[in-house]
Antibody
Framework: EVQLVESGGGLVQPGGSLRLSCAAS????????MHWVRQAPGKGLEWVAN????????YHVDSVKGRFTISRDNAKNSLYLQMNNLRAEDTAVYYC???????WGQGTLVTVSS | DIQMTQSPSSLSASVGDRVTITCRAS??????LGWYQQKPGKAPKRLIY???SLQSGVPSRFSGSGSGTEFTLTISSLQPEDFATYYC????????FGQGTKVEVK
């Protein structure tokens, strides 16, 4: 059974940091690009970042460039999103996604508030 | 960055209606586009990939068309379970979602 399980969300103050993790199972994790997608409360979907199979290429949406970094550890079948200098507008549910196979995690909520 | 303009933002329809949703890309994206359905509190589910290919298990009343900059999702006969929000996603260059279309009961 395919599973993508996100963790690491929570409440953080503006300017703070969080590291999201996504544990993958049920498919060959190292064979696929992986993505982070977020959805602010009551809003639409926003693509955040993606990373190549071997981690040698990674891309981020302009609104998070310089603050967020996507990474992966294929030995641990894990995807990460390091989020620094968080802002209120980063408040959202963050999904770990295998777009090719259309696998989505259940999402983890990040709330940025003082 | 590639921008995706999706229209309409919402529509009201009845069971049995034909529904059409459009996405326009700010530059050509070949057929690097998917259509997604999202219901409240759930992760999105892909309906169409490569602009016009039906995802396995998705009813044939859903269809996609287009290439380059203009894309369309059509639901040929709306069913009760189709009331949801729909998004396009381009993956030609990084990724961009359309703003979404909420399909509501008329």
């Amino acid at each position: 059974e395919v599973q993508l399980v996100e963790s690491g969300g929570g409440l953080v103050q503006p300017g703070g940091s969080l590291r999201l993790s996504c544990a993958a199972s049920g498919f060959t994790f190292s064979s696929y690009w992986m993505h982070w997608v977020r959805q602010a409360p009551g809003k639409g979907l926003e693509w955040v970042a993606n990373i190549k199979q071997d981690g040698t290429a990674k891309y981020h949406v302009d609104s998070v460039k310089g603050r967020f970094t996507i990474s992966r550890d294929n030995a641990k079948n894990s995807l990460y999103l390091q989020m620094n200098n968080l802002r209120a507008e980063d408040t959202a549910v963050y999904y770990c996604v295998n777009r090719d196979l259309d696998y989505w995690g259940q999402g983890t909520l990040v709330t940025v508030s003082s | 960055d590639i921008q995706m303009t999706q229209s309409p933002s919402s529509l009201s329809a009845s069971v049995g209606d034909r529904v059409t949703i459009t996405c326009r890309a700010s530059q050509g994206i070949r057929n690097d586009l998917g259509w997604y359905q999202q219901k409240p509190g759930k992760a999105p589910k892909r309906l169409i990939y490569a602009a016009s290919s039906l995802q396995s298990g998705v009813p044939s009343r859903f269809s996609g068309s287009g290439s380059g900059t203009e894309f369309t999702l059509t639901i040929s006969s709306l069913q009760p379970e189709d009331f949801a929000t729909y998004y396009c996603l381009q993956h030609n260059s990084r990724g961009t979602f359309g703003q979404g279309t909420k399909v509501e009961v008329k």
